[in-house]
């Protein structure tokens, strides 16, 4: 299987802090994606960082992609209450279909 | 724009019934996709399709058919109903370039006694 690993499997923080969530993957991607789910919703994309990039910023979100240590991290800063959820990366190892492989995911929770 | 609508959001099945779950985006979007959602297994690829008249098998497509007739519909079809199949299902879509974020609909809960 080329589904990814995430850990934390959970992380609890207090509303300020930071959060770093962590993804390693198997073999060469074309791309990685993280996502966010709010609970009983479905997933809704929050940045996608490219094979040749190494970090991207998109308002209190960054990423990191290492290609040498297949690994991806999402940190999210100034957490705030609304930031939980669980949080996905996922995975596109390219070819004509393009399809995604998502890993298990953390489980988020801001306290206020 | 609606986005992906699935329908319906929930349901309960007997062992052996059959139900088709619906599933529209009106994005214009080439490529559609179904997973499914169990707890401590992340999202699993059940098929795929990257246009009309063209499918494919995902990672766990074993009980499941699909079909894609038009560019906006993607029905998931459960033949014979087990209990294995009680799962949380979300539809998605992307325009065909790998570069595209994923829409997800909002999901449809199914219970298989």
């Known amino acids: 299987s080329q589904q990814g690993e995430e850990d934390p499997q959970a992380l609890s923080i207090q509303e300020g802090e930071n959060a770093t969530m962590n993804c390693s993957y198997k073999?060469?991607?074309?791309?990685l994606q993280w996502y966010r789910q709010n609970s009983g919703r479905g997933l809704v994309h929050l940045i996608l960082?490219?094979?040749?990039?190494r970090e991207k910023h998109s308002g209190r979100l960054r990423v990191t992609l290492d290609t040498s240590k297949k690994s991806s991290s999402l940190l999210i800063t100034a957490s705030r209450a609304a930031d939980t959820a669980s949080y996905f990366c996922?995975?596109?190892?390219?070819?004509?279909?393009?399809?995604?492989?998502f890993g298990k995911g953390t489980k988020l929770s801001v306290k206020p | 724009n609606a986005g992906v609508t699935q329908t319906p959001k929930f349901q309960v099945l007997k062992t052996g019934q059959s139900m088709t779950l619906q599933c529209a985006q009106d994005?214009?979007?080439?490529?559609m996709s179904w997973y499914r959602q169990d707890p401590g297994m992340g999202l699993r690829l059940i098929h795929y399709?990257?246009?009309?008249?063209?499918?494919d098998q995902g990672e766990v497509p074993n009980g499941y058919n699909v079909s894609r007739s038009t560019t906006e519909d993607f029905p998931l079809r459960l033949l014979s109903a087990a209990p294995s199949q009680t799962s949380v299902y979300f539809c998605?879509?992307?325009?065909?370039?790998?570069?595209?974020?994923?829409?997800f609909g909002p999901g449809t809960r199914l219970t298989v006694l």
């Open positions: 994005m214009n979007h080439e490529y």
């Open positions: 960082i490219r094979s040749n990039e």
């Open positions: 073999t060469s991607i074309n791309n």
């Open positions: 996922a995975m596109n190892y390219g070819g004509s279909q393009g399809n995604l492989i």
């Open positions: 399709s990257v246009g009309a008249g063209i499918t």
């Open positions: 998605a879509s992307r325009g065909l370039e790998n570069y595209n974020e994923q829409f």
